[in-house]
């Protein structure tokens, strides 16, 4: 026991700074975790505003259906591993619900066993945001890892700075998206590729390698590709290694694909939900064929639609680091190529993740690129490490420096920070509260995911299509009609694409009977959209009725 004692005092000893920073770091993070909580009053009121968020109740649907129950629709649009993680995590929750008698047996409806959804929603919801603050915080302390492996201490200390500040960080880490858990999971394997680079390659460091992948593609699939160009200097380094010390050749080849691909089949359900898998495999191929056939009318494979795409990854790139960010980065690979080519090699997952993900779909979001600029990060922190050497060593100059060069990223996170905090429907929502009598109706023509949260008795009517929307409103005569954009709107669209446009154009110019009641938008340093979707802050415009209208 002492001596386990022992060796546990050692490792906090060696790995101290590694622990302050990622605590530093999810302390930086924690802060406006309590945006977007659910208020599952009812079965439409389950979900959340950021998109494709899958907690409080995917891992739990997702997991009863691979181990108790098959549904007949599943949800098939990722794997299954970071459901299977939330699940795990959830179970000390769920375990005391049972112990006091507040949930009985799970079931597929409303409220799912529960007998306070309202609350078992929203401290799911924070496991879940917990775990996905974790899971930022292991990336930013893996890239100071990364950095320290490659270059030393002091492009480490840079590169977890540069890799804490982007704004996608501090939005997906108070989200369940998935694009964060896949991120940490590459993370992971970039560095243990970054010591094999510098040190050797070994059947052990192979085993890891494989198995972080692994788990980074059985969480979303698209993370395969940061790999997929990894033999090419994985086999010069075996065979180099194999030279230098004899030994079985195929142990290390046979860690790498066994450790994958046990870790693959378990965690993407191939074997514990095989029907799901294959379902999932079918679904991923159709409907990318789709996605890509939309993109490729915006960015063609024509000189003109490859000179587009570029220009889009650049300002991408642009907007996450900002431009002086954005030159280090740029001056950090040149020097690298120059000067340092063994260490060039820490690129190509780069160039593997563009080629056979960007490329092939031809299109590109903020979400795509996170794990590009993880890499571009750590090359950015090289290229400021080589800038400060010219300055003097004053550590105050350089510290002055390093936030002149950081300021752009910090000032994004800051305020979508803010955005987050005083959200549009958060007010929204209080002013329904305030004005909607009990047992009042809402219609609303978009993803009522993204609604102001309203009360378990307001019935929520969603307006669709050309002729439908007519004989909703003239059945139920809703006392409120919400407009506001949501996933399918194009920047700047201030309601959802999927509403009917007389609909629209009626309620606007008062001949439905509705007029303007109140607007909501917190103001913003930042005019832009910063996310793929406008799920921060969307202008809210209510709408009440005022008279019967003539009929439509």
């Given amino acids: 026991m002492a001596d386990t004692l ?39 009121r389950v979900y959340l505003w950021a998109t494709d968020d899958i907690s409080p109740l995917g891992p739990l649907t997702e997991t009863y259906n691979t181990f108790v ?35 009985a047996e799970p079931t597929a409806i409303y409220p799912f066993g529960f007998s306070d959804p309202v609350t078992t929603f929203r401290v799911l919801t924070v496991i879940a945001r917990m775990v996905s603050i974790g899971m930022a915080a292991g990336t930013v302390t893996a890239a100071y890892r990364i950095g320290c492996i490659l270059w030393g201490r002091h492009t480490g200390l840079l590169a977890f700075i540069i890799s804490l500040l982007p ?88 860690a790498l694909v066994a450790s994958g691909a046990a870790v693959y089949a378990l965690f993407s359900g191939l074997v514990l939900d095989p029907h799901r898998y294959f379902a999932h495999v079918q679904f991923s191929l159709y409907q990318n064929a789709t996605i890509r056939a939309t993109y490729l009318e915006w960015f ?18 642009d907007l996450v680091f900002g431009p002086l960010l954005l030159l280090a980065g740029i001056c950090g690979i040149l020097h690298v190529s120059l000067r340092e080519r063994t260490r060039l090699a ?10 056979s993900l960007i490329v092939i779909i031809h299109f590109v979001q903020i979400r795509y690129v996170m794990p590009l600029t993880f890499i571009f990060g750590i090359f950015a922190a090289r290229g400021v490490c080589l800038g400060l050497g010219y300055l003097p060593s004053l550590k105050l100059a350089r510290a002055a420096a390093v936030l002149v060069i950081c300021a752009w ?15 549009s429907r958060h007010d929204a929502g209080t002013w329904l509260a305030i004005h909607m009598g009990p047992g009042s109706t809402l219609a609303h023509c978009g993803d009522i995911q993204s609604l102001p949260r309203v009360r378990s008795d307001v019935r929520i009517l969603h307006v669709s299509g050309n002729r439908e929307w007519r004989h909703s409103m003239e059945e139920h005569r809703p006392d409120v009609v919400i407009m506001q954009p949501d996933w399918t709107s194009k920047p700047g669209m201030e309601h959802s694409r999927s509403c009917p446009e007389e609909f629209i154009k009626r309620v606007k110019d008062g001949s439905l009977g509705y007029g303007l009641a109140a607007a909501f938008k917190s103001r913003s340093s930042i005019r832009r959209q910063l996310l793929d979707y406008p799920s921060v802050n969307p202008a809210v415009r209510i709408f009440i009725k005022k008279s019967v209208p003539e009929k439509p």
């Fill in 6 to 44: 022992s060796r546990g005092r050692r490792a906090v000893v060696a790995h101290k700074t590694e622990l302050f920073l990622f605590f530093l770091a999810m302390g930086l993070y924690i802060p406006g975790l309590a945006w977007d909580l659910p208020h599952a009053s009812g079965p439409d």
């Fill in 167 to 254: 704004f996608p960080m501090f939005y997906y880490s108070h989200t369940a998206n998935l694009e964060l858990p896949a991120l940490f999971w590459i993370s992971l394997a970039l560095m243990m590729y970054a010591r094999i680079l510098t040190d050797a390659l070994s059947a052990t460091r192979a085993a890891w390698l494989a198995a972080f992948a692994a788990l980074a593609a059985a969480t979303k699939d698209q993370a395969a590709g940061v790999f997929l160009l990894l033999p090419l200097t994985l086999l010069p380094l075996h065979i180099q290694s194999w030279k230098t010390k004899p030994a079985i050749w195929w142990r290390t080849p046979a």
């Fill in 69 to 103: 129950r098959g549904a007949a629709n599943r949800w098939l649009t990722y794997p299954l591993a970071h459901h299977f993680i939330l699940t795990i995590v959830y179970s000390p929750y769920l375990i005391w619900l049972m112990l006091i008698g507040r949930l």
């Fill in 300 to 317: 063609p494979f024509t000189l003109t639609g490859v000179i587009g795409l570029s220009s889009e990854l650049l300002r991408l790139l």
């Fill in 409 to 423: 990223p910090l000032w994004l996170s800051v305020d979508l920070a803010f955005q987050m905090v005083n959200d």
């Fill in 346 to 355: 820490f690129a190509l997952p780069a160039l593997s993740y563009v080629l």
